[in-house]
């Protein structure tokens, strides 16, 4: 009904209504089950016993809704088209072969009673021990005759697995699909297959490796940098973490500041001459400058009754049937080594469940038995590190809104009015003033088929995604392209006059974004740079007071500046009464929460049960918490 009953959808319905003989105005639930199955699945397939002469040809045939919907999502290159079509899937277990992939015929072959699926499913832990068992056994394990075969062959499956858990990736299952490992995560797999290498004379350039690990992690992964450098490699790590800064040979300190303000070599040498430059990096590393935030709001909201929200046997994965209770109107730290559960309860179990209750999304929550304080919020917004875009259409002022507003005013200018120009003659995703060469991408894409695609520069528009009318036209001084190239503080000073955009960008600004250029394709953001934009973008929404804020390791990616900047935003937020709950391992951040829930003490089977809740400086005093343990070191 919302379509019309005009529409072209509605005439193709119309069409299939009269050929099979039923109504349109029939409730879904009074129609025949073979009439759904056409509506659902479409005319053209042919049942064992359907005559041939009676199958519609598939020029003529009803597409059916399902393949339709796949067929878009495969074929759009709108997120938001596919965002649409994505809340009608879901994912679910394969029924014939229960998730393990595989034929019952392959998984009947075992060792020592194990398949090759059962296997998979094992941690890296799990796994190494699984296979130093098979050669140790005395019963149920291997012959005389496949010891002398597997021997040789177990000795370098366990090397391999021994070098993914000095990376500190213990806790990953071998099966874990690689699409679903951090950025960090996939770092240090290639880091392992490169130890066990034992290569020399080679320039390894890391990108954060430390992302997503636990302090009590950092050493293991600095030894095995060091193991690289001892060998006679040459290791280049871009980090902001403090302990790998103080364990490297040699620092190079970039800045001062960020975009147009930085750029420069502002100190190199070694981490004890770092400490007494005066540089930003400096100055934190040595403890003249410390990240901290006033918690003026803690006072007003003991005042208040003790709202929370309860999570009540969290059995979802490595979770222990846990109880979990999260105090509103605070900033709420989940922490706990790398593995824990920490993104299983809060990503997988309360945020989809919440979505769900609240805002009707189509999600299922991980296993749990009951949710209680919902009534006490009216929202909830997470902020994760997934793509703002899939494609360069998408950049910071779209994804903003602030973008409407920009075309906007190209639109009112008086030789866009002369011309005849709408705001959307600026807009790079419509026909009208795009380049159709490049279809307003300013690049366009070449599949290398076996490899990732290669996006080169559009030869028609250079890049600049418009044609040449829409660039004719000047907004004081600038054209729409001249906009788009701009950095977010830029954009602060050329739109000064205009409140609606200097609210989106003075956001961008907050969460330390000022370097980032207005159009920067969201393809070129790192996952910390998207999180921070959303959390931007939900910032410049009104504020309801009520809200619950749910973030995955928003200090991806940031300076010591850059977390006190954030964590200066977020405690604004908690100040107005909204809730802000972070999943986090820096130090800086748990240092400065009001609440913290520790889960562990171990990853993935030793792990999911709650070690300690509490302040900051109750969780120091708990000696089984390894966020405890550094946390009384840095206090």
């Given at each position: 009904?919302?379509?019309?009953?005009?529409?072209?959808?509605?005439?193709?319905?119309?069409?299939?209504?009269?050929?099979?003989?039923?109504?349109?105005?029939?409730?879904?639930?009074?129609?025949?089950?073979?009439?759904?199955?056409?509506?659902?699945?479409?005319?053209?397939?042919?049942?064992?016993?359907?005559?041939?002469?009676?199958?519609?040809?598939?020029?003529?045939?009803?597409?059916?809704?399902?393949p339709n919907l796949k067929r878009r999502w495969k074929e759009t290159d709108s997120d938001f088209t596919r965002a649409e079509i994505e809340k009608y899937m879901i994912v679910r277990t394969c029924h014939e072969c229960g998730?393990?992939?595989?034929?019952r015929e392959s998984l009947a072959v075992k060792i020592s009673s194990e398949n090759i699926a059962s296997v998979s499913e094992r941690t890296v832990e799990s796994a190494k021990d699984f296979f130093a068992g098979l050669i140790v056994k005395k019963e149920d394990g291997l012959s005389p005759n496949d010891l002398k075969i597997a021997l040789p062959l177990v000795k370098e499956i366990v090397k391999r697995l021994q070098f993914l858990h000095d990376v500190g990736l213990e806790y990953l299952t071998l099966s874990r699909e690689s699409t679903t490992l951090s950025g960090g995560e996939a770092q240090r797999i290639q880091l392992a297959t490169q130890i066990g290498s034992r290569l020399t004379g080679i320039i390894y350039i890391l990108d954060e490796p430390s992302i997503g690990l636990h302090p009590r992690d950092h050493a293991?992964?600095?030894?095995?940098?060091?193991?690289?450098?001892?060998?006679?490699?040459?290791?280049?790590?871009?980090?902001?973490?403090?302990?790998?800064?103080?364990?490297?040979?040699?620092?190079?300190?970039?800045?001062?500041?960020?975009?147009r303000h930085g750029g420069k070599i502002i100190f190199s040498g070694t981490p004890?001459?770092?400490?007494?430059?005066?540089?930003?990096?400096?100055?934190?590393?040595?403890?003249?400058?410390?990240?901290?935030?006033?918690?003026?709001?803690?006072?007003?909201?003991?005042?208040?009754?003790?709202?929370?929200?309860?999570?009540?046997?969290?059995?979802?994965?490595?979770?222990?049937?846990?109880?979990?209770?999260?105090?509103?109107?605070?900033?709420?730290?989940?922490?706990?080594?790398?593995?824990?559960?920490?993104?299983?309860?809060?990503?997988?179990?309360?945020?989809?469940?919440?979505?769900a209750r609240l805002h009707g999304a189509h999600l299922i929550p991980g296993a749990h038995r009951q949710i209680t304080g919902v009534e006490h919020i009216d929202k909830v917004v997470v902020v994760d590190q997934s793509p703002i875009g899939r494609t360069p259409r998408s950049n910071p002022a779209t994804y903003t809104g602030a973008f409407v507003f920009i075309r906007g005013l190209f639109a009112a200018t008086p030789e866009a009015r002369v011309r005849g120009y709408g705001p959307g003659r600026f807009s790079f995703n419509v026909k009208g003033g795009r380049c159709?060469?490049?279809?307003?991408?300013?690049?366009?894409?070449?599949?290398?088929?076996?490899?990732?695609?290669?996006?080169?520069?559009?030869?028609?528009?250079?890049?600049?995604?418009?044609?040449?009318?829409?660039?004719?036209?000047?907004?004081?001084?600038?054209?729409?392209?001249?906009?788009?190239?701009?950095?977010?503080?830029?954009?602060?000073?050329?739109?000064?006059?205009?409140?609606?955009?200097?609210?989106?960008?003075?956001?961008?600004?907050?969460?330390?974004?000022?370097?980032?250029?207005v159009g920067q394709p969201?393809?070129?953001?790192?996952?910390?740079?998207?999180?921070?934009?959303?959390?931007?973008?939900?910032?410049?929404?009104?504020?309801?007071?009520?809200?619950?804020?749910?973030?995955?390791e928003p200090t991806t990616g940031l300076h010591f500046d850059?977390?006190?900047?954030?964590?200066?935003?977020?405690?604004?937020?908690?100040?107005?009464?909204?809730?802000?709950?972070?999943?986090?391992?820096?130090?800086?951040?748990?240092?400065?929460?009001?609440?913290?829930?520790?889960?562990?003490?171990?990853?993935?089977?030793?792990?999911?049960?709650v070690i300690a809740a509490g302040t900051p400086m109750d969780i120091a005093k708990v000696k089984k918490s390894y966020t405890g343990q550094w946390l009384a070191r840095r206090s």
């Open positions: 009904h919302r379509l019309g009953r005009q529409s072209w959808y509605w005439w193709i319905l119309d069409d299939v209504a009269s050929r099979h003989g039923f109504s349109l105005n029939t409730p879904v639930a009074d129609l025949p089950t073979d009439v759904i199955a056409i509506i659902l699945y479409g005319e053209g397939i042919q049942k064992p016993d359907t005559p041939a002469s009676s199958i519609q040809s598939p020029a003529s045939s009803f597409e059916g809704v399902i998730g393990r992939r595989l034929r293991r992964l600095i030894a095995t940098l060091k193991n690289l450098r001892d060998l006679g490699n040459t290791v280049i790590v871009v980090e902001h973490d403090a302990q790998t800064m103080r364990e490297s040979d040699w620092i190079i300190d970039i800045g001062p500041g960020a975009g004890k001459e770092i400490l007494k430059a005066h540089t930003p990096t400096g100055d934190y590393l040595s403890g003249r400058k410390k990240v901290s935030i006033r918690h003026s709001h803690i006072l007003e909201n003991m005042r208040m009754s003790e709202h929370r929200i309860t999570i009540r046997g969290a059995a979802e994965h490595n979770l222990k049937n846990i109880d979990v209770k999260i105090p509103l109107g605070k900033l709420v730290c989940v922490s706990g080594v790398s593995g824990s559960g920490k993104s299983t309860l809060v990503s997988d179990i309360l945020a989809k469940a919440l979505l159709e060469q490049c279809e307003g991408q300013g690049v366009k894409k070449i599949e290398m088929y076996f490899l990732p695609d290669v996006y080169v520069e559009c030869e028609e528009c250079r890049g600049k995604r418009y044609s040449r009318e829409a660039l004719e036209i000047e907004y004081n001084g600038k054209t729409i392209d001249d906009v788009l190239t701009l950095s977010i503080e830029e954009a602060l000073d050329f739109f000064s006059a205009i409140p609606a955009i200097q609210a989106k960008f003075r956001t961008l600004a907050d969460v330390g974004l000022g370097y980032m250029r969201a393809p070129t953001l790192s996952g910390g740079e998207a999180q921070r934009v959303k959390l931007a973008t939900e910032l410049s929404r009104r504020d309801t007071g009520a809200t619950l804020y749910v973030l995955d850059d977390i006190q900047k954030l964590l200066t935003v977020l405690q604004a937020l908690v100040a107005k009464g909204n809730t802000v709950l972070v999943i986090e391992h820096n130090l800086d951040v748990l240092r400065n929460a009001d609440w913290i829930i520790d889960l562990g003490p171990e990853a993935g089977e030793r792990g999911g049960e």
